[in-house]
């Protein structure tokens, strides 16, 4: 059981390119989301999803999507990478009603 | 909106307790939680209170919920240089989505 898993650890990217964060849980978790961390800000709510099929914006979704069509897997894409979206990313599934599982993260870094 | 606040640093003795302190907003807040995070790595639970409890104990961790002030805190018995990290007070309303402060960051001297 590799509970939630996010590939890839680091990237650096240029401005304008696209890319796509991985993340995969084994748990059969419903619910999962995509925080990004920022120093001073704790962690912001980007995108969130209630199952399979079904996405709805966070706090800080601008610039970011996501798609979930099966319930392993949820990838974050930015379409055109700013410098703005260098930060550290966390991917979290729910265990019900309350328990929440984070990922390690990926640190990215847009030049 | 919905807002949580910690103060940034703490510093203290090996052998202390450490008291983490948060402020939030939303009352209809339905659980508050505490997350550890260690250099480098992600969060993780350290323990959470439900909305009608005022008190939880879970070892040498103690976590004190006021809902008329909506204060928490988190209490660490014997702090030992192993729990030295940045520490998280989120609140959750609704599903899965939480509402984390900034952290604070624990530092233990020895």
């Known amino acids: 059981n590799a509970g939630v898993t996010q590939t890839p650890k680091f990237q650096v990217l240029k401005t304008g390119q696209s890319m796509t964060l991985q993340c995969a849980q084994d748990m059969n978790h419903e619910y999962m989301s995509w925080y990004r961390q920022d120093p001073g800000m704790g962690l912001r709510l980007i995108h969130y999803?209630?199952?399979?099929?079904?996405?709805d914006q966070g706090e800080v979704p601008n610039g970011y999507n996501v798609s979930r069509s099966t319930t392993e897997d949820f990838p974050l894409r930015l379409l055109s990478a700013a410098p703005s979206q260098t930060s550290v990313y966390f991917c979290?599934?729910?265990?019900?009603?309350?328990?929440?599982?984070f990922g390690p993260g990926t640190r990215l870094t847009v030049t | 909106g919905e807002d949580v606040e910690q103060s940034l640093f703490l510093s203290v003795r090996e052998g202390d307790s450490s008291v983490i302190n948060c402020t939030y907003t939303d009352s209809s807040s339905t659980y508050l939680y505490w997350y550890k995070q260690e250099p480098g790595a992600g969060l993780q639970l350290l323990t959470y209170i439900f909305s009608n409890m005022d008190m939880k104990q879970d070892q040498r961790l103690t976590v004190l919920l006021n809902k008329k002030d909506k204060h928490l805190s988190l209490r660490i018995a014997d702090t030992q240089t192993g729990d030295s990290a940045i520490y998280f007070c989120?609140?959750?309303?609704?599903?899965?989505?939480?509402?984390f402060g900034q952290g604070t960051e624990l530092s233990v001297k020895p």
């Open positions: 999803s209630v199952g399979a099929g079904i996405t």
């Open positions: 989120a609140e959750n309303n609704q599903g899965g989505k939480l509402i």
């Open positions: 979290a599934t729910l265990r019900e009603p309350y328990e929440q599982y």
